[in-house]
């Protein structure tokens, strides 16, 4: 009998949580940056600091910035993948050390 495995992709996560590809960036910041008050969060989007694009539809400077789910997905990612190799080296050299013992 065949079974059938799915693997979700983190944009698929992202897409379900947020119900659109673009959320606004106070959602994004909701999740991710709760410890950001609403004008650090703009401050932030104005000079890029935000490891991933904020951008605008409008012009105006009232208009609400909006993140792209796959550019926010490829940076959890990337941020998983340096975060996980750091633990391991950590991990190994822990072990290492208690061997010496």
């Known amino acids: 009998m065949n079974k059938l495995t799915m693997t979700i992709k983190v944009s698929d996560y992202l ?8 959320p606004t960036l106070d959602q994004v910041c909701d999740m991710y940056y709760p410890h950001l ?14 490891p991933f694009i904020c951008y605008r539809l409008d012009t105006s400077q009232k208009a609400p910035y909006f993140v792209d789910i796959i550019d926010l997905a490829f940076v959890l990612e990337e941020r998983y993948k340096t975060q996980l190799e750091e633990f391991k080296n950590f991990m190994q050299s822990v072990l290492k050390s208690d061997q010496h013992k």
């Open 15 to 22: 897409f379900m949580m947020f119900k659109t590809l673009t």
């Open 37 to 50: 008050n609403r004008a650090k969060r703009l401050e932030k989007a104005r000079n890029m600091e935000f």
